[in-house]
């Protein structure tokens, strides 16, 4: 089936840097999305992304985290700076249409703030 | 807010018996629901999903009927394999903009 791919797979940074997570999409889907999973928690919808813009965003999407995907090439989720509460499993996932349309995910970037 | 509720933690079953996750969840909206599951280091993937109230749908062995007078989405299998063996969520859309609220996630493990 279609594939989504995250890199890294896992990633330590000290608190304060910064850090940018990166997914490859379906190659024809236009929908973006990004969701967040502390140990042991639930999967949290952290924001979605359409024609280069957010269209929705979680209260866990602080001013420290930013979208992008610059001229087709990865979606990224930069985080600047980190924080200790920044440690997580992220999801990038896509898909092709909007609204109640299947999501497709990625296998996740570990993300360690120490 | 919109919520999602799944049996929790852990279910252990021995090989051949019936699989029935449980999930319910809680909106104001129009519902879809979607079952994902995940295998260890994999992405989770579709599994199973439905609009309908009261329509069965059926994916490789499992299915779930929407039941909206229960609020009810459980997930069933009639014979458990080994293979089945992995971390399940219930997800809730009710959003225009393709959000999923998602439950905590089962895990499921078979055992010969």
């Known amino acids: 089936g279609p594939k989504v791919l995250q890199i890294p797979s896992h990633q330590i940074i000290d608190m304060g840097q910064m850090v940018t997570l990166n997914c490859d999409p379906v190659?024809?889907?236009?929908?973006f999305y990004w969701y967040k999973q502390i140990l042991g928690q639930q999967m949290e919808f952290l924001v979605n992304?359409?024609?280069?813009?957010?269209?929705?965003k979680s209260k866990l999407f602080k001013d420290q985290f930013s979208v992008e995907r610059p001229d087709g090439s990865y979606f990224t989720l930069k985080i600047q700076p980190t924080a200790l509460e920044d440690s997580a499993v992220y999801f990038c996932?896509?898909?092709?249409?909007?609204?109640?349309?299947?999501?497709?995910f990625g296998p996740g970037t570990r993300l360690l703030v120490l | 807010g919109d919520s999602v509720t799944q049996t929790e933690g852990l279910v252990t079953l021995t090989e051949g018996l019936p699989v029935m996750l449980n999930c319910t969840y809680q909106?104001?909206?129009?519902?879809?629901l979607f079952w994902y599951v995940q295998h260890l280091n994999e992405a989770p993937k579709l599994l199973l999903k439905?609009?309908?109230?009261?329509k069965r749908t059926e994916h490789q062995g499992f299915h779930a009927t929407l039941h909206k007078s229960s609020s009810s989405f459980h997930l069933q299998k009639s014979s458990a394999q080994l293979s089945d063996s992995a971390l399940y969520y219930c997800?809730?859309?009710?959003?225009?903009?393709?959000?999923?609220?998602f439950g905590q996630g089962t895990v499921l493990s078979v055992i010969p």
């Open positions: 190659s024809n889907h236009l929908y």
């Open positions: 997800a809730l859309n009710t959003g225009g903009n393709n959000k999923l609220t």
């Open positions: 909106t104001a909206y129009s519902t879809f």
């Open positions: 992304f359409y024609n280069g813009k957010v269209m929705e």
């Open positions: 439905s609009s309908t109230d009261n």
């Open positions: 996932a896509s898909s092709r249409q909007g609204r109640q349309d299947t999501q497709y």
